[in-house]
């Protein structure tokens, strides 16, 4: 009778799990294509697709004074110091994106370039990020401007950044001027660049500046930036109902490292929720993290997807201290840590497409020093991308992370995302193969 009511239980319990995990496999999918049997040249792209590359300001500008050269020093990370030298070599980058066929360029203002010291503002600075415009439309290149990408001025950092809700309004002040002496020539803006990588990065896990540790402080940032977002947003729409507006999100994909433990597959949900849902919630319903935001709800004409990988999650990753990516079977790692998952990338922009905007791209790429992964890295992404297109999904530009090799936040020079390599002791900049095959990509299609 024991027996009987033991092997009873034991089935249910196995019957059970099963269920449950094919429900998951339904509703939460992580397809693996196999991608020897994937011709991925068989790529179209419509008429009008822009095809482009990103940077942002403190990565290759170089010699800046902002909240990242202080945090720089207090960790003992490497410094950006002189970083590209692009504020002083811009003319021949652009001739780099030209050389590659690019039709759209993604790039930020440097803010504390711009403002120094509160209310002092540096109009010469705004003359040559005006004249990079000329510059670039001259080329026939449309640029994309983030107005905050990560890095901002002392003093605003010293008065709290982001986590001051009081400091919202000169954020807004700052995006205002840009916009003003800009927005006569630039269609498409980003107000904020990666919210979620900002907030856990500088205020969960201490990595990026100010270095704090605080799950309390985390969310709040988080909702702060929604905030400020959606006020930047709704100031410049008013000043120019035309332009496009929207930010720049990375959708990085939370999957169960292993589907039967009990810890991974929640822990894989609430990540999942905590990363991408919640800021969705924001945008679409005006509410994020058990707050209201109704400026929030719908502010956005554009969204804009980084998408570089999914973490598989539960106890193999590590601490929060010393965080570990594992990988699948056939994956590979790239240098970063993390693998490379391009059909996730379908997967993000299924995600973003119930908000209903048009889709830019604004970053895709990988770290690769010797260029051995870049170029499958990239023909896997097109393809995975072309096949979106294909099925309905309205994406309109692809941006390569990056034009070149540049300073890459709390890991410095050792991650080289560049289509060109850059040999930082000359300034050189050299083609790599992968740079030479998006260029013949784009010129063919
Ligand atoms: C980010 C940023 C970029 C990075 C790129 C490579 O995602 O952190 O937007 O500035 O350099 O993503 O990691």
Redesign the pocket.
């Known amino acids: 009778m024991w027996l009987t009511l033991f092997i009873a239980a034991l089935a249910a319990f196995v019957v059970f799990k099963i269920t449950l995990i094919r429900y998951r496999r339904r509703r939460y999918p992580e397809p693996h294509y196999d991608w020897s049997q994937i011709n991925t040249d068989d790529v179209s792209f419509p008429q009008g697709f822009h095809w482009g590359t990103a940077t942002?300001a403190h990565?290759v500008e170089g010699l800046l004074s902002n909240n990242w050269t202080i945090h720089e020093v207090d960790k003992g990370l490497e410094q950006s110091g002189q970083a590209c030298d692009h504020w002083n070599r811009w003319k021949d980058d652009f001739q780099l994106l030209s050389d590659l066929g690019i039709t759209s360029y993604r790039c930020s203002i440097e803010w504390s370039r711009l403002e120094p010291e509160q209310g002092v503002w540096d109009d010469e600075a705004l003359q040559t990020y005006s004249a990079m415009i000329d510059e670039l439309l001259a080329r026939n290149i449309r640029p994309i401007l983030t107005l905050h990408?990560?890095s901002h001025p002392h003093w605003w950092e010293a008065k709290g950044g982001f986590a001051d809700k009081e400091n919202i309004a000169t954020f807004v002040q700052y995006c205002e001027r840009v916009f003003e002496a800009l927005s006569d020539r630039v269609d498409t803006w980003i107000t904020i660049?990666?919210p979620t990588?900002f907030s856990t990065m500088g205020y969960g896990l201490g990595i990026f500046p100010p270095g704090r540790r605080s799950p309390r402080l985390t969310l709040r940032v988080m909702r702060h930036l929604m905030l400020a977002h959606a006020r930047v947003y709704r100031s410049l729409k008013t000043k120019r109902p035309e332009a496009q507006i929207g930010l720049a999100k990375?959708v990085t994909l939370f999957d169960p490292h292993n589907r039967w433990s009990p810890i991974d597959w929640p822990l894989s949900r609430l990540l999942e929720w905590f990363w991408n849902g919640a800021w969705r919630s924001g945008i679409t319903k005006g509410k994020m993290l058990f707050t209201k935001i109704p400026e929030a709800k719908r502010s956005l004409d554009f969204v804009g997807l980084?998408y570089?990988t999914h973490v598989l999650t539960g106890l193999s990753i590590g601490s929060l201290r010393k965080l570990k990516f594992p990988k699948r079977e056939q994956e590979v790692a790239t240098e970063f840590g993390y693998p490379m998952y391009a059909e996730g990338l379908r997967r993000a922009i299924e995600f973003l497409a119930p908000m209903g905007v048009p889709i830019e791209i604004t970053?895709n790429?990988v770290a690769d020093a010797d260029d051995s992964l870049r170029p499958e890295h990239l023909k896997r992404h097109l393809w995975v991308l072309s096949q979106a297109m294909k099925d309905g999904y309205n994406v309109r530009s692809y941006h390569h992370?990056?034009l070149m090799d540049n300073f890459?936040?709390a890991e410095g020079y050792s991650m080289r995302?560049g289509l060109y390599h850059v040999d930082f002791e000359t300034q050189e900049r050299t083609l790599r193969a992968s740079g030479e095959l998006y260029k013949q990509i784009i010129s063919s299609n």
């Open positions: 942002a990565q990408h990560f660049n990666e990588v990375n980084n570089y970053e790429g992370w990056s890459e936040w995302f």
